[in-house]
C-alpha cells in the first residue's frame, strides 16, 4: 500500500478549515451573548459599562453599609381638641397656672406693706426726735427754723401716706357693699375712717409749723 501524500495534505487541510469554521461560528456566537448581557447602560446621559455598575453594587468584603434614613414627614402635625387639652389640664397635678399667678401676687401685695409700714415707722420715729430736739432749744437758736421745717415735712409725707392707703380701700368697699356682708362693710369702713383721721391729724400738725415759720 503505498502513501499518498498529496491526498494527506488536502485531507489535513479540510480538517483545519472545518476546524477554524466551528471555532469563528462559536467565537461569533459568544460575542453575541456577551453584547446582549454586556450592553452599556446610560446613567443621566453618560454612558456606563454593566461591569461598572455590577462593581458599585457590591460591598467589599468588610466594608460598613449605610442605610438611608427615613425623611421627616413633612405632612400637618395632629392637633388636639379643646376638649382633650382640657382633661389633660384637669389630669394635670400641681397648681394651676392662675393659682401660681395668685400667689405671686399675694406675696407681692404682702411685701409692698411691709416696706410701706416700714417706711411710716420710720417718719414717725424721726417725727418724735425732731419733737424732742425742738423743745430743748431756745427760740433765738438759729437751727429751730430748720427743725421746724424738717417737722412740717414729714407730718406732710404722713398724711400724704394715710391719704394714699384710705382712697386704696375705695375699691375693697364697693366690692364689699355689693357682696351685701354687712359686717364686711362695717369692717371696711372703719378702717378707712382710721386712715382718714391719721391723714388728717397730720395736715393739721403740718399746717401748725408752717404757721410758726412764717411768723
Known amino acids: 500500500m503505498t502513501f499518498d501524500i498529496r491526498r494527506f495534505s488536502l485531507l489535513a487541510m479540510a480538517a483545519f478549515a472545518a476546524s477554524l469554521a466551528f471555532s469563528t461560528t462559536a467565537r461569533a456566537e459568544k460575542d453575541d451573548e456577551e453584547g446582549e448581557a454586556e450592553a452599556p447602560i446610560v446613567v443621566k446621559d453618560v454612558c456606563v459599562e454593566p461591569s461598572i455598575i455590577e ?24 392637633v388636639k381638641s379643646k376638649e382633650i ?21 399675694a406675696k407681692k401685695r404682702k411685701k409692698a406693706k411691709e ?9 414717725k420715729k424721726a417725727l418724735k426726735q425732731t419733737r424732742i430736739l425742738v ?12 427743725a421746724l421745717h424738717q417737722m412740717a415735712e414729714k407730718c406732710f409725707d404722713l398724711q400724704q401716706k394715710f391719704y394714699f392707703k384710705s382712697r386704696a380701700l375705695d375699691e375693697t368697699l364697693y366690692k364689699a357693699e355689693k357682696s351685701g356682708d354687712p359686717n364686711l362693710v362695717k369692717k371696711v369702713k372703719a378702717k378707712q375712717g382710721e386712715y382718714e383721721k391719721q391723714s388728717e391729724k397730720f395736715r393739721l400738725e403740718a399746717m401748725e409749723y408752717y ?3 412764717i411768723r
Open 211 to 213: 404757721k410758726i415759720l
Open 115 to 123: 416696706i410701706e409700714k416700714a417706711k411710716i415707722d420710720l417718719l
Open 135 to 146: 423743745k430743748s432749744m431756745s427760740d433765738d437758736n438759729e437751727k429751730k427754723p430748720i
Open 85 to 105: 387639652v382640657k382633661k389633660e389640664e384637669q389630669l394635670t397635678p400641681g397648681f394651676e397656672f392662675g393659682d401660681i399667678q395668685d400667689e405671686i401676687s
Open 55 to 78: 462593581t458599585m453594587k457590591t460591598c467589599p468584603s468588610g466594608a460598613k453599609v449605610f442605610k438611608a434614613k427615613k425623611a421627616k414627614s413633612s405632612g400637618p402635625k395632629a
